[in-house]
């Protein structure tokens, strides 16, 4: 999430940098949405909307942060979560994350831990870090109509935990006290053998 959210931060920059918000020539195409707000929005996030609105995941999930934040557009945490879910059904873990949150935290959506759960696993079975740790934070504990799997907790936990996340590495460690000690030695084997389902998901994108 740091490497897009630094890549956004250059983008207001940029802003800033050109004196603000200008508005696009009569001739240029506008979203939908910022023709129906009546919104001027400065070059870079213009931009973004046209790669965003042409399909590209990773315009699609930045619009979507810089929406949910209320950074050089208006705040609105549906329009969020609607460029979050294109961007999601393509495949980007950080969308996959996003989501996976506010379905966890009930913001902008019902609270569903059972959404959450989906969109989780998504972005972690790729290796993204983050939604491993939340992932096994919950199946740790369980949540409205998931059912606790210290197992597979443990196993998402020492996953996040590989990859720098010390909380992870602390509760993965306070959860193999709960296990037998014969199933812990055998998760770490799995472990050892688990492999993201695709190459690569830490690319550098915008913030």
């Known amino acids: 999430m740091w490497s897009r959210i630094v890549i956004a931060s250059t983008i207001l920059l940029s802003m800033n940098a050109c004196g603000g918000s200008r508005s696009l020539p009569a001739t240029q195409d506008t979203s939908p949405y910022i023709a129906k707000q009546g919104t001027v929005l400065a070059a870079p996030v213009?931009?973004?909307?046209?790669?965003?609105?042409k399909g590209d995941a990773?315009?699609?999930?930045?619009l979507g942060l810089?929406?949910?934040?209320?950074?050089?557009?208006p705040k609105?945490?549906?329009?969020?979560?609607?460029?979050?879910?294109?961007?999601?059904?393509?495949?980007?873990?950080?969308a996959q994350n996003a989501l996976g949150d506010n379905?966890?935290?009930?913001?902008?959506?019902?609270k569903d831990d059972k959404e959450a759960v989906r969109w989780w696993r998504l972005a972690a079975d790729k290796g993204f870090a983050p939604a491993q740790h939340s992932l096994g934070k919950l199946l740790a504990g369980g949540g409205q109509g998931v059912a606790p799997?210290?197992?597979?907790?443990?196993?998402?936990?020492?996953?996040?935990?590989?990859?720098?996340d010390e909380e992870a590495g602390r509760q993965s460690e306070i959860l193999s006290k709960q296990l037998p000690p014969a199933?812990?030695?055998?998760?770490?084997?799995?472990i050892k053998q688990w492999k993201p389902s695709r190459a690569s998901v830490m690319?550098?994108?915008i913030p």
């Open 46 to 53: 213009q931009q973004l909307h046209k790669q965003a609105e």
């Open 58 to 62: 990773e315009a699609q999930f930045n």
């Open 66 to 73: 810089l929406y949910d934040r209320g950074r050089e557009v």
């Open 76 to 94: 609105d945490k549906s329009e969020a979560l609607r460029w979050y879910r294109l961007a999601a059904t393509q495949g980007d873990t950080f």
């Open 103 to 110: 379905y966890w935290e009930g913001t902008g959506v019902p």
């Open 149 to 164: 799997d210290k197992s597979q907790a443990y196993m998402w936990l020492v996953l996040s935990a590989a990859q720098g």
């Open 183 to 190: 199933e812990v030695a055998n998760l770490r084997k799995l």
């Open 203 to 205: 690319v550098n994108k």
